[in-house]
């Protein structure tokens, strides 16, 4: 069973920056896919960020060129770095695994990222 603990989540003004992270229990090395997904008040979950097969990486629309995705394999650690973050993105962010291709898939708790003036 493969435990994700995200951490990094707060209150932010406007236009500013968050970092989040997400440690895995277990080697990421060779995972299909990481990534973090959000999910505000009424909306569906969607996909924000993932990286999959280890180097393709892709972004939702509404965050490219804000957000950057990466990995550490040594550490077991998948990144968000968040800049000009706005109202839109106030959310709970959740980092996913996907073992293989129709594999099983985990989730982190969540972590709070609100972003309010």
């Known amino acids: 069973q493969v435990q994700l603990v995200e951490s990094g989540g707060g209150l932010v003004q406007p236009g500013g920056s968050l970092r989040l992270s997400c440690v895995a229990s277990?080697?990421?090395?060779?995972?299909?896919?990481m990534g973090w997904y959000r999910q505000a008040p009424g909306k569906q979950r969607e996909l924000v960020a993932n990286?999959?097969?280890?180097?393709?990486?892709n972004y939702h629309s509404s965050v490219k060129g804000r957000f950057t995705i990466s990995k550490d394999n040594a550490k077991n650690t998948i990144y968000l770095q968040m800049d000009s973050l706005n109202s839109e993105d106030t959310a709970v962010y959740y980092c996913?695994?996907?073992?293989?291709?129709?594999?099983?898939?985990?989730w982190g708790q969540g972590t709070q990222v609100t972003v309010s003036s």
């Open positions: 990286i999959v097969g280890g180097t393709s990486m």
């Open positions: 996913s695994q996907l073992e293989s291709v129709g594999g099983e898939r985990y």
């Open positions: 277990g080697s990421i090395f060779g995972v299909y896919s």
